[in-house]
């Protein structure tokens, strides 16, 4: 699990390793690894070191910052809090960065972080924050790190979880927090297992240790170590933490054994972190070249026996997308009626709003039937829209949140399906197959352009000369106060059809990029397993040529050839 070597990187090593993974990746069309051949990229290029603070809702995380950066920056309570991912690091004056996830940002106070990252005051988003960057001067004693604090996993709410897993690409240095009750979970070894594929240092913050006495703190202390023994041959540090008056030793032991260490070495560990990113790349990739080299030792009369072992009869795979459009088809068939029920719950106040404006407004049209009909065309075609307009701004992340929802969804069958592939080749070929599904990119659609049309179908001005406006004002009114409700139910359908298309479209998207992703690992296969004889030759000297790179990454950069 540790890797110990800190060396520096040579940038024209990464360069030139990237490059030919991309090379390699392009020419066998392995897309699987397009995002994370593009983590180990932007990783290449980043100055800060990350220290992602990761783990269970309620085990700490914002607590153990908060008392790390000596002042309460984080929202805490006793139930799931944090809902935005959070980087802190050193700044010559403090403030604080919102990045939303339509690619807008905001500059605030700190003191305003809560309006942003807590559950309670952006329940479940729903202002569309990315992510918050925080600048501290008192973060000089950690000028090469930046603090990173997740939402929780395992929370009620299923985002939050989202948010911390999209995340994990970007760790550099992990720290897992986990609760001393219970002191360790399946749940937390697997999220170390998965943390590993991107980085070597990872740490465990066992908090909460105030609850109980020394020699428990020890049993416990212990027995984490032992289980975390059992899956890894290298040590994940355990760091016993509390932040309670009595437990200076243990904070200090954190702060010395780790932080202000890695905050010292910052460049080496970063050097360490790509080293191991990069080499993970180029295992996965050796293992798809794996594949197409044992296919390649196959016979041809074999070739469609094997087929059909890994990929099954054409009729699965068609199964396979029947169940992606399905997941689509599904929410842009009850998408309307959705909306519909959502938007007539404001109808009868939006009608009450605007009658009540007519009754003010009404007194200073009566002057003659042509300003009447104009002005109150005027007032209504404006004060619709803005009503309109308001509800579409207002309900817009109920709007979005299928196309969010299905994303996952997506996401998730096509790792299962990846899964099945993994499986099968391991039973057929003998070699193993990492295929990790990474999330669709649910960019959230753009609001439709709410306006509201002509009021008026005829022109009520030419029957101005005849219409006293004494006699006409009472059945006037009570016909602009019909036309009103009108107006308000025939827009409010209408921004339903809007909200419609726009989801519709978007979820469509999302089904085309993940047939295309389905399509392209099942092409890829189908390529390799076509893997004639004569291409062996080119698939070893592709894959020798891995090992190479993996060899020379690994190298101290005076014992790369042609390297001073």
């Known amino acids: ?75 805490v309570g006793v139930v799931p809090v944090t809902s935005v991912v959070t980087e802190i690091q050193f700044g010559a004056r403090e403030r604080a960065e919102i990045h939303y ?20 005051q952006n329940p479940e988003n729903v202002k569309g924050v990315e992510s918050v960057r925080v600048e501290l001067p008192s973060m000089e004693r950690y000028r090469g790190i930046r603090f990173v604090d997740t939402p929780g996993l395992e929370s009620v709410f299923e985002h939050n979880t989202d948010a911390s897993l999209e995340w994990l690409p970007n760790v550099g240095l ?14 937390d070894i697997e999220l170390i297992r998965n943390l590993s594929r991107y980085t070597p240092n990872i740490s465990l913050l066992l908090t909460k240790v105030d609850v ?31 932040v309670r008056p009595g437990f200076e030793e243990l904070r200090a032991e954190l702060r010395e054994g780790l932080l202000s260490r890695v905050s010292g070495e910052a ?14 790349l180029l295992e996965e990739c050796g293992e798809y070249l794996d594949v197409a080299l044992k296919s390649a030792e196959i016979a041809d009369s074999e070739r469609a026996e094997l087929r059909e072992k890994i990929l099954g009869q054409k009729e699965s795979l068609e199964d396979a997308r029947l169940a992606l ?70 309900h817009r992340d ?22 099945r592939i993994s499986e099968r080749v391991l039973e057929t070929l003998g070699v193993p197959l990492r295929t990790t599904e990474m999330e669709l990119a649910t960019k959230d659609p753009r609001s439709p352009d709410v306006r509201v049309g002509k009021i008026f179908d005829h022109n009520w001005e030419m029957l101005s000369p005849f219409a006293p406006m004494a006699i006409l004002k009472g059945p006037l009114k009570r016909h602009f106060q019909r036309k009103v409700s009108d107006v308000v139910f ?68 005076d014992e790369v050839p042609g390297r001073a």
């Open 1 to 75: 699990m540790s890797e110990k070597k800190t060396s520096s990187i040579d940038r024209e090593t990464v360069r030139e390793t990237l490059d030919a993974v991309e090379e390699i990746r392009a020419r066998y069309q392995i897309d699987a690894l397009e995002d994370f051949l593009q983590s180990c990229r932007t990783f290449a290029e980043e100055k800060l070191l990350n220290i992602a603070i990761l783990g269970r809702f309620k085990a700490g995380k914002s607590t153990f910052l908060n008392h790390l950066l000596g002042k309460p920056l984080l929202p």
């Open 101 to 120: 996830l339509d690619g807008r940002g905001e500059s605030v106070s700190t003191d305003r972080i809560g309006e942003f990252v807590s559950e309670a």
């Open 174 to 187: 992990a720290l897992v927090a986990v609760g001393v009750d219970p002191p360790l979970s399946q749940h």
């Open 212 to 242: 109980l006495d020394p020699s428990e703190q020890v049993q416990v202390r212990d027995f984490v170590q032992k289980q975390l023994a059992r899956y890894w041959n290298g040590s994940v540090p355990v760091f016993p933490y509390s």
């Open 267 to 280: 460049g080496e560990h970063r050097a360490t972190i790509l080293r191991h990113k990069i080499d993970s």
């Open 325 to 394: 459009r399905l997941i689509v088809r599904h929410t842009t068939g009850v998408n309307r009626s959705n909306f519909e029920a959502l938007l007539s719950k404001d109808e009868f106040p939006v009608r009450e709003r605007l009658l009540a404006a007519l009754e003010r407004e009404f007194p200073s049209w009566t002057r003659s039937l042509s300003v009447a009909t104009e002005r109150f065309e005027e007032w209504l075609r404006l004060a619709a829209t803005e009503e309109m307009s308001e509800l579409s701004n207002k």
């Open 398 to 419: 109920e709007f979005v949140q299928p196309v969010r929802r299905v994303g996952r969804q997506l996401s998730q069958s096509l790792q299962d399906f990846r899964n």
């Open 490 to 557: 025939m827009n409010l359908s209408r921004l339903t059809s809007q909200w419609e298309e726009v989801a519709n479209t978007a979820l469509l998207a999302l089904e085309k990029e993940a047939t295309r992703r389905l399509d392209n690992l099942v092409g890829t296969i189908e390529r390799m397993i076509r893997s004639a004889a004569e291409e062996a030759p080119r698939i070893r000297e592709d894959r020798n040529r891995l090992e190479a790179l993996r060899a020379r990454l690994t190298a101290d950069p």
